[in-house]
């Protein structure tokens, strides 16, 4: 009974205490309850949140680029395993395609910069083999509008991951034999893949993939080298705004992060409902 | 066909790898060249020796922290789940535990930023050790919370029955059986870790350099060349526990 | 837990106040600071952002401090704002030794510290080098309009610049109207970090719209700003269609620029170090043929300056080290392109004779024009209000429209 209450005293004081204090003293400081240069209670800095078109845009930035990058990283390894799953289990490919593990964010998008960019190795072969003539004449593939650098590298960061775990699933649900019998009674491939291999599949990483869909929503290291100012993601507009040159914006930095926590309560708690359902009908 | 697709990904895989080696060992590699046009050299290396004294302490405390942290975590988070997986509140403390671990790490470390320059903690390694166990430990008890599952209590309980002691559950039969998940979750905390950059760059104020510290700062300067060794240094021990891990963890997919 | 912590939080936002043992400090001979400092550790913060700059403070003046006082100098990065924030919330906690002993800061920084009480001073005259800074110029001794009242001491002086390369553009732009022709010639090879040195370049720019000189000169003035930054905002938003990116964009750094201007993706770069030039061409960065220019309507020249936080648990090795480095040695040594380039705070008749004669030769420059060359077009910093806005109203103004 003691190791029980001792276990979930240590559990609440280090995996919950930490965020509700942060929490609640971030919810303080964005109503200028808390803070050096507060001047006492006030709506403002929320106010100004809500006017300030850059929070929006962050908004709907980091939910396009986390849900462009999911179903991209989805659909690519959904592919791979169904075309290639035999090749895949091969001892030395598993271990390759282990490798992307061993790049951190960080490495990845320094790793872009130097690939994708108007000077970029890639650049600089399409010039080499005559594609093109000049820097300028060739896309813009980071910093760009359409956050393509942004999607492409955590996509290859996030497929990789997916694919192992697919492969597992597809082990653990017996894909293999499933399949065999399928054929057995006549199922043509298409259906095979679309309705036996597929939802067993999906079933399986649905709330995987929810999680991930949180991880990139708040993803900071490669929007930060490869994004731009405007719009930005919402972990660099966080912390741009707790960087940046105006004091008074600190009350604002400390709004936009407890609508922040608010955002990931609900999305975690509805993500925790489907996977208990998913989990249910399993 | 299946052969050009999987080398073609395999490439890409290995490129990464490949490049920031060939970035390290040239001297200058500019715009247009699409090879370095002077002599490799180990010149940015060699300048590394000057300074070498950094280097080797910024790669010590990426290890130390990362290992401290992957110990403290798996530990900690093990001993937990195997509580909590049978509370009568399971579902809650799965709940909460997601929190954490699906916040962004960097803007954690400005919630938790106040409560540690109250506790003297930021610009510490102590902080810094402190600040990844909370947000690694959630994701430990996650991890190890499937692993409870119904046959290993039921073994746990025919031990207890045939008049086991706790220790001897303990040691005897659960730390064997769970050797191979422990493992995979140190590994995989070790690398949150060792990768970690917002979360160290908040709390440690920049004054705890580990090496993903100093890839952002030779980014920042334009280094390319002793960014990519920093990147470098910072890859390739994940790399040597991956083969470590595939040699004699993974060995059954 | 939480309730504990919010008595700490309402407990934490007294101000820090001037507590005994440091008036104490500075009552105190240099010798006794210096030999209080032996065997301690100063944790610096400053601007991390130059490879030859993170060399001359790393290969240095660490091994040198501590050869010479057994001061162990700790340096991270961070800069402006992030020192501001690291020094607002430990005042916000209420913690009584900061984390930082030292940091490199200057206008807007130095303005925003002053603001939440986070220095220590009046510390400078009790610096035996002190003797030897020219607090007299008006671009030493005052920091965007503010007398610096001993409370950050000067360290280097430096003049923005234009950087291009003589054999791409051997006629560089050097009014705002031949910006705006080359701009439309040359499009996509011009930009403006968005950090301090690009913001530098818009208030040359404002003065230069304001009618030059003098013209904000004085306290903030809200109405001019209103007034020049509109006119400013439309000189760039008509022209941004012909900047890299279409001025969509705009780099983060002067590094970054600095290498797509290697690279050939930009025929234009600058730098808040007027012998920046020199100093790139010597580490092979830059080409033989890039030079240095200023407008003529004249780019901001300003000092860089070295501040304590009121709080700093090593508030004598902090200036020691200070001291060490405004030390003629050291600045002789920053001041030589091949180390760093960086403008010397010094006077040079107050100086020791036999330093006199050396520093005339180090200053000798090869691609960056002399800085007697460009002093007539020096403008001074306006107040750091004008600094402040400009970082928010670019970006509103100009990046998200």
Redesign the interface.
């Known amino acids: 009974m003691l190791k029980r209450n001792l276990t979930v005293l240590f559990f609440l ?1 280090f995996a919950v ?1 930490p965020l ?2 942060g929490f ?2 971030a919810g ?1 400081y964005s109503f200028g309850v ?4 507060s001047t006492g209670f006030t709506f403002n800095h929320w106010a100004a949140l809500f006017e300030d ?2 929070f929006w845009s962050a908004l709907a930035l980091s939910m396009g680029v986390a849900l462009f990058t999911l179903l991209l990283s989805l659909g690519l390894s959904l592919t791979l395993l169904l075309s290639l799953q035999r090749e895949l289990e091969q001892r030395v490919n598993y271990f390759l395609l282990h490798l992307p593990l061993a790049l951190s964010s960080l490495v990845a998008a320094f790793l872009s910069f130097q690939w994708l960019g ?2 970029g190795m890639l650049a600089r072969w399409a010039i080499h083999l005559g594609l093109f003539e000049k ?2 004449d060739f896309p ?1 593939l980071i ?1 760009d ?1 359409h956050y393509f650098g942004v999607i492409f590298t955590l996509t290859l960061l996030t497929f990789p991951i997916f694919t192992l775990l697919l492969l597992r699933f597809y082990q653990a649900e017996n894909l293999s034999s499933l399949s065999q019998v399928a054929a057995t009674l006549g199922a043509s491939s298409k259906d095979i893949i679309f309705r036996v291999q597929l939802p067993a599949l999906l079933r399986r990483i649905t709330p995987t993939a929810l999680l991930y869909f949180v991880f990139l929503f708040g993803a900071y290291e490669v929007p930060l080298l490869l994004g ?3 719009p930005m993601m919402w972990s660099v507009y966080v912390s741009q705004k ?6 008074s914006d ?1 009350p604002i930095a400390y709004s936009s992060t407890v609508l922040y926590t608010l955002f990931i309560l609900l999305l975690v708690g509805w993500f925790w409902n489907k996977a208990a359902v998913s989990k249910a009908e399993q | 066909m299946k052969k050009v697709i999987l080398a073609v990904l395999f490439a890409l895989f290995i490129l990464p790898f490949g490049y920031l080696v060939l970035l390290s060992v040239a001297s ?1 590699w ?2 247009p060249e699409v090879f370095p046009s002077q002599n490799l050299s180990l010149i940015h290396w060699a300048s590394l020796s ?2 070498g004294v ?1 280097w080797l302490s910024s790669l010590a405390t990426s290890a130390l922290v990362a290992g401290v942290v992957g110990c403290l975590s798996t530990t900690a988070g093990f001993l937990s789940s195997h509580v909590l997986s049978i509370h009568s509140s399971r579902k809650l403390w799965i709940t909460l535990a997601y929190f954490p671990y699906a916040f962004s790490p960097v803007i954690y470390a400005y919630c938790l ?3 540690f ?2 506790l ?1 903690l ?2 510490t390694l102590g902080g810094v050790l402190i600040a990844q166990f909370i947000l690694t430990y959630p994701f430990a008890v996650l991890f190890f919370f499937n692993h409870f599952d119904q046959q290993l209590r039921e073994m746990e309980a025919l031990a207890r029955t045939l008049g086991s002691s706790t220790t001897v559950v303990f040691w005897k039969i659960l730390l064997p059986i769970s050797k191979h998940t422990l493992l995979i979750c140190f590994f995989q905390v070790f690398l949150i870790s060792w990768f970690d950059y917002g979360l160290t760059s908040v709390i440690g ?3 705890v ?1 580990t090496l993903s ?1 100093m890839v952002y ?1 030779y980014i ?5 060349h ?1 960014a990519a060794i920093a990147a470098c240094l910072l890859s390739f021990p994940p790399l040597v526990l991956l083969w470590f891990n595939h040699q004699f963890v993974f060995k059954k997919v | ?2 309730l504990g ?2 008595m ?3 407990n ?2 007294n ?1 820090p106040s001037k507590t005994g043992i440091e008036t104490d400090l500075l009552d105190l001979p240099f010798e006794t600071i210096t030999s209080k400092a032996q065997n301690t550790t100063v ?1 610096m ?1 400053m601007w ?4 030859l700059i ?1 060399q001359y403070m ?2 240095w003046v660490v091994p040198e401090v501590k050869s010479r006082f057994n001061i162990d100098l ?1 340096i ?3 800069q ?3 020192i ?3 020094l ?8 009584k ?1 900061s ?2 002993d030292l940091c490199w800061i200057n206008g ?1 920084t130095f303005f ?1 510290l002053r ?2 009480q986070a220095l220590f001073g009046p510390f400078t005259a009790r610096l035996p080098n002190a003797q030897y800074i020219d607090f007299q110029n008006p671009f030493i001794g005052i920091d965007f309009q503010q007398p610096v009242d001993g409370y950050e001491c000067p360290w280097g002086n430096v003049q923005l610049a234009l950087i291009c390369d003589s054999l791409r553009t051997p006629n560089p732009p050097l009014t705002m109207d031949e910006l705006e022709k080359w701009w439309r010639k040359n499009p ?1 090879k011009f930009t403006i970090p ?1 950090e301090f040195t690009g913001m530098t370049l818009l208030k040359s720019w404002m003065i230069a719209l304001a009618g030059g000189g003098n013209a904000l000169d004085g306290p903030f003035d809200q109405k001019k700003y209103a007034m020049l930054s509109a006119k400013l905002w439309e000189f760039i938003n008509r022209n941004k269609r012909y900047f890299w ?1 279409k001025g ?3 780099p ?2 002067v ?2 620029m ?3 201007f ?4 930009l025929d234009l770069t600058m730098s808040n170090n007027d012998s920046e030039v020199d100093n790139k061409i010597q580490q ?1 960065i830059f080409p033989t043929t890039a030079k240095s220019f200023v407008l003529k309507s004249g780019t901001i020249q300003n000092s860089h300056f070295l501040g304590i936080p009121a709080q700093a648990a090593n508030k004598a090795g902090a200036m020691t080290v200070i001291n060490f480095l405004i030390s003629p040695e050291a600045q002789l040594r920053k001041l030589n392109p091949k180390v760093w380039g960086d403008g010397s705070v010094l006077a040079m008749d107050k100086l020791p004779a036999e330093f006199q004669a050396q520093f005339l030769e180090v200053s000798k420059r090869k691609n960056s024009t002399m800085r007697a060359t460009i002093q007539p077009f020096a403008l001074k910093e306006p107040a750091p209000e004008y ?2 806005r400009l ?2 109203d670019f ?1 509103k103004k100009v ?2 429209q």
Request: proline share 2%; aromatic share 6%.
């Open positions: 004081s205490a509700a204090s609640v003293y303080l808390i803070g050096a240069l078109q850059g108007n000077t820097s300028q813009e910093n509008a731009r100012q405007s707790f960087k940046k040159f105006n004091l600190l | 200058s500019r715009f000057r300074t950094d930023s106040f409560m320059n109250v003297d930021t610009g104020l920049g004054q350099k510290i700062q920042g300067e334009a280094n390319i002793v | 837990m939480t912590l919010l700490m939080v309402l934490g936002c101000h944790h913060m991390q952002g130059d490879p993170n790393s290969d700790q991270a990065p961070g402006g704002t992030e501001v924030k690291v607002l919330s430990e005042i916000e906690a209420g913690k030794n984390n930082l807007e925003q603001q939440i996509g968005y990116r969509e964009t705009f983060e750094s590094a970054a600095h290498t797509m290697v690279n050939q993706e092979n600094m402040v970082y928010e970006r990046i998200e």
